[in-house]
């Protein structure tokens, strides 16, 4: 993958075999792997709206739509706490976390990102106003990721 880079934390790469069960939100999946423990999944490098936030509900209906009820294939990035993971998310040879980012309803975390080549997906999606970007959700992205972060190691 061209841009994606490991945490420095992370020593070696690993991989996940998970099903999911749905979306929590529009960045976190609920799933079960395949000694059928639950994991819940944190979509890396991005952050969505939360809650009662505009584009909130819409955001977690896309990323349930993309990965309800499927085997996903995930690179983790960190592990905070035993059955949660952060990484980046395929359903066959889709790129979830791209994806999200492509249509809007997602951006691009920077101080956290470890695949720059999604910046070129969010510049898109910003330029033709989708999802979240008719708004003024630059600002409000940028705070947000400080606030919770993409990561299981907060940057110094």
Known sequence: MVGL???R????????????ARALSGDTIAATDSTGANVEVR???IGV?????PYAPASRVLLA???DGKTLRVVVTGEPSAGRVFGRVFAGELDVNRELVRRGAAWVCWEYAADTSLLQD?????RWRRGVW???WHIQA????????PTAFRVP
């Not at 709206?49 to 936030?53: L, R, V």
């Not at 940028?142 to 972060?149: A, I, K, L, N």
């Open 134 to 136: 008719p708004t003024t």
């Open 9 to 20: 934390r992370c020593t070696e790469p690993r991989e996940l075999t998970v099903t999911a």
């Open 65 to 67: 739509a993309v990965v």
């Open 49 to 53: 709206p939360q809650g009662s936030q």
């Open 43 to 45: 979509l890396s490098d």
């Open 142 to 149: 940028r705070v947000s990721c400080r606030e919770r972060p």
């Open 122 to 126: 969010e510049n898109g999606a910003y």
């Open 5 to 7: 880079r490991r945490d």
